[in-house]
């Protein structure tokens, strides 16, 4: 009896659980009733199926257009209007224009990136200014953005729907309303070229702003207006390297047919100019050794890993504290500014930047020239050591730097270094450097004007997991 009773009770307990999950299952596998009907579209009358841009946009927003293949290199901007009259709504869609939805866009995505700069610059500095003391300034710099006429902009499609919308607790209530989008296409790569130059011309040199607004519009130039999208290290170093000529131009086209034989004949040219005022430190091949490995580290990380004789780092017989790098792979550090390196981290940061350098023909560009291609490649081949040498003495420009900083970011990044080591490498330049002329000083920008520049890009990378403890012991091993 005790067993006949316990399997009763057992196969009792197992219906029920049986009923219930077939209840749950049913409510949850029954559809929910949409809160409107579709009454008619732009291709009712001539059966044309609602576009997949229009699906993707009402379903999960821009974003999903975003990430079709057709538009990977392209930004996608979606204007969209409703009402209760047919005509008003489908003649906006006829008028809309690409000018207002990207002006209207960019105000508060760049006005809330100087919103996170000002608070990423002023973090470890005690700073407590708000965006809000700037504001008059900030406010010039979206007008200037606003206005620009931005070329490259297409009008791509457009498609309007009419709706029955229904209140969610009684259908008997409802309301009938047009909607209209149209989608708008233009070049990543033009539209963040015409941002950057409208930011970086639309504020003075005086300006309290000055650095924060040109590291902005450098990042933006190099990795996109939209902050949530992360660039790989090769997308960073192609559009760095297209920013500076419009694609077509005489110095465009000429450093295109530049092949890697040349550029390296010319760096040896400048190398051999860079030594003739210093001599090459021997004294410690573990050393030169130790560079090269990081040098290595982070060219076979990079996005352009092969030149005609490999890329090698010299250490330099010298206190002064500088770095240089030359056409074709050559990199210099001097033994004062090995010296004040605190981790590998921010030795690898300072041959990073370097690196970026060559990668982005840097040196190449100092070269010009307004009448053509022949007439470029004569100088490049028969003064350009000269040139450049001379641009590398005077140091490259604040531009130039900047971009340079946030391509060693980037190639950190990528070789599994912190990227934060160049701001650790900056703050320390700051501190040692100071006011004192000559060396890093006199090839370089100031160290604070590079740090709020490199504050900004580090923003996209700051989740990632520091791994420096596990090469801090190899580092004090070879500097001591």
Not at 86 to 114: C, H, K
Not at 223 to 240: K, L, V
Not at 360 to 386: C, E, P, Y
Request: with cysteine; aromatic share 8%.
């Amino acid at each position: 009896m005790t067993v006949k009773r316990y399997l009763s009770g057992f196969f009792l307990f197992a219906m029920i659980c049986i009923v219930t999950i077939v209840l749950i299952t049913s409510c949850v596998s029954a559809p929910v009733e949409p809160n409107f009907t579709e009454l008619e579209n732009k291709g009712t009358l001539m059966g044309i199926p609602t576009p997949e841009w229009v699906r993707l946009y009402v379903q999960r927003g821009t974003t999903a257009i975003q990430s079709l293949s057709q538009y990977s290199d392209k930004y996608v901007i979606i204007g969209e209007e409703s009402g209760v009259n047919r005509q008003f709504v489908i003649s906006w869609a006829d008028m809309a224009s690409a000018q207002q939805r990207i002006g209207a866009l960019l105000r508060t995505n760049i006005a809330s990136r100087y919103e996170a700069a000002i608070s990423a610059t002023a973090a470890s500095e005690d700073d407590h200014t708000s965006s809000a003391e700037y504001q008059q300034e900030i406010d010039n710099v979206l007008s200037a953005i606003v206005n620009v006429s931005y070329s490259g902009a297409q009008r791509e499609n457009d498609w309007w729907v009419h709706r029955r919308i229904y209140d969610p607790d009684n259908r008997e209530i409802y309301r009938d309303e047009y909607t209209a989008w149209v989608l708008y296409t233009i070049p990543k790569e033009e539209m963040n070229r015409q941002i950057a130059f409208a930011m970086e011309t639309s504020v003075s040199r005086d300006s309290a702003l000055y650095d924060v607004t040109v590291a902005l519009a450098r990042d933006i130039l190099l990795q996109g207006y939209d902050i949530d999208e992360r660039q790989s290290a090769a997308n960073i170093q192609r559009t760095a390297a297209s920013s500076y000529d419009p694609p077509g131009s005489i110095v465009a086209r000429a450093i295109d047919e530049v092949n890697l034989l040349d550029e390296y004949v010319i760096g040896r040219d400048v190398a051999a100019l860079i030594l003739s005022n210093y001599r090459i430190w021997n004294a410690d091949p573990a050393l030169t050794d130790y560079v090269n490995k990081i040098c290595q580290a982070l060219v076979i990380n990079s996005p352009k890993p092969s030149s005609y004789n490999g890329y090698q780092v010299v250490v330099l017989d010298s206190d002064e504290i500088n770095a240089f790098a030359s056409p074709g792979g050559h990199i210099f550090l001097t033994r004062g500014l090995v010296s004040v390196s605190k981790s590998e981290e921010a030795l690898a940061a300072v041959i990073a930047h370097e690196l970026s350098h060559v990668q982005l023909k840097h040196g190449m560009r100092a070269i010009r020239s307004n009448r053509d291609i022949d007439d470029w490649v004569r100088q490049f081949m028969f003064t350009g050591g000269n040139i450049i040498a001379d641009s590398i003495n005077a140091g490259f420009s604040q531009i130039q730097e900047f971009d340079a900083d946030i391509g060693a970011i980037s190639l950190l990044a990528a070789a599994g270094y912190n990227p934060r080591g160049l701001i650790d490498m900056l703050q320390e330049l700051e501190k040692i450097q100071g006011g004192i002329r000559g060396g890093f000083n006199s090839t370089h920008p100031s160290p604070a004007s590079r740090l709020v520049n490199a504050k900004i890009a580090l923003v996209r990378y700051e989740n990632m997991t520091d791994t420096s403890r596990f090469r801090q012991d190899r580092f004090r091993s070879i500097i001591n």
